[in-house]
Every structure is written in C-alpha cells, then in structure tokens.
C-alpha cells in the first residue's frame, strides 16, 4: 500500500533522516546540488512509503523558466513501486511536467510512466492531453 508523506507531517520526522542518508548517497547521480533542507523546503516534496517501510520521494519545482519539473529518488529494488509512486504523484497537477534522466532506470520510469523524449535526456509528459 503506498502512503504519502510530506515535511509538515508529523510522522515525516520519523523517516526524515533515512530519507537524507539515501539523498546524500545520490545527490550527484540525481545532478541536485541543492542541500536536502532547500529541496524539502522549497518544493513540492512527497515521501513515499511502502507498509510503512521508506521507498523513496518525488519532489516538484518551478524553474527558472517558468516550468515545471519533477526529480527523485529511491531504494534500490523497489522499481514496480517507484512506478506506481510516480503515476500517483503526476495525476496531482494538470500542467506540462519535465523531467532529466541521468540514467537508464530513470529514462524507463519516465517512459513507463507517460514521458516523451524530447531531448538527449529531457522528457515532458503532457499532462494537458489527459485532463
């Protein structure tokens, strides 16, 4: 069962370092070089939780051109839930959202989720096609 947290949440304490332990160790794979208190902060930030074990988070922001992005990260092993995760999370806005794949599994999550490539490894998903 997917639960969803954010920072203001109570129960968010209680996952908040393990969170930033696993952003830490992939800071510079997700290309992020905000600290983990600007990102939960400053964005749209979801922890994910699966019976109550942390998987991962999605995080949503403005950038500097006025578009919105999504970026995240996760454990390992838990692709299927990290799709379900991302599929959830993109049905909560109705805009255009990008996103940068760094690797392989990130371009396939996008994929599998919706996203088109449009550029060496930028991917939109239209959401305004299905609302």
């Given at each position: 069962?997917?639960?969803?947290?954010?920072?203001?949440?109570?129960?968010?304490?209680?996952?908040?370092?393990e969170?930033?332990?696993?952003?830490?160790?992939?800071?510079?794979?997700?290309?992020?070089?905000?600290?983990?208190?600007?990102?939960?902060?400053?964005?749209?930030?979801?922890?994910?939780?699966?019976?109550?074990?942390?998987?991962g988070?999605?995080?949503?922001?403005?950038?500097?051109?006025?578009?919105?992005?999504?970026?995240?990260?996760?454990?390992?092993?838990?692709?299927?839930?990290?799709?379900?995760?991302?599929?959830?999370?993109?049905?909560?806005?109705?805009?255009?959202?990008?996103?940068?794949?760094?690797?392989?599994?990130?371009?396939?999550?996008?994929?599998?989720?919706?996203f088109?490539?449009?550029?060496?490894?930028?991917?939109?998903?239209?959401?305004?096609?299905?609302?």
């Amino acid at each position: 069962m997917i639960r969803v947290l954010i920072p203001r949440d109570k129960e968010f304490k209680k996952y908040k370092q393990e969170c930033k332990k696993l952003y830490k160790s992939v800071q510079d794979k997700i290309c992020d070089t905000n600290s983990f208190e600007f990102i939960i902060n400053n964005t749209f930030f979801y922890m994910f939780l699966d019976n109550n074990n942390f998987t991962g988070v999605l995080y949503f922001f403005i950038d500097e051109e006025n578009k919105m992005y999504v970026n995240g990260f996760g454990k390992r092993k838990h692709f299927l839930h990290h799709l379900e995760c991302v599929k959830l999370a993109l049905s909560w806005f109705n805009c255009d959202i990008y996103a940068k794949a760094q690797n392989r599994a990130s371009a396939l999550c996008l994929i599998k989720c919706g996203f088109k490539k449009i550029g060496k490894n930028i991917f939109i998903k239209n959401q305004k096609l299905y609302h």
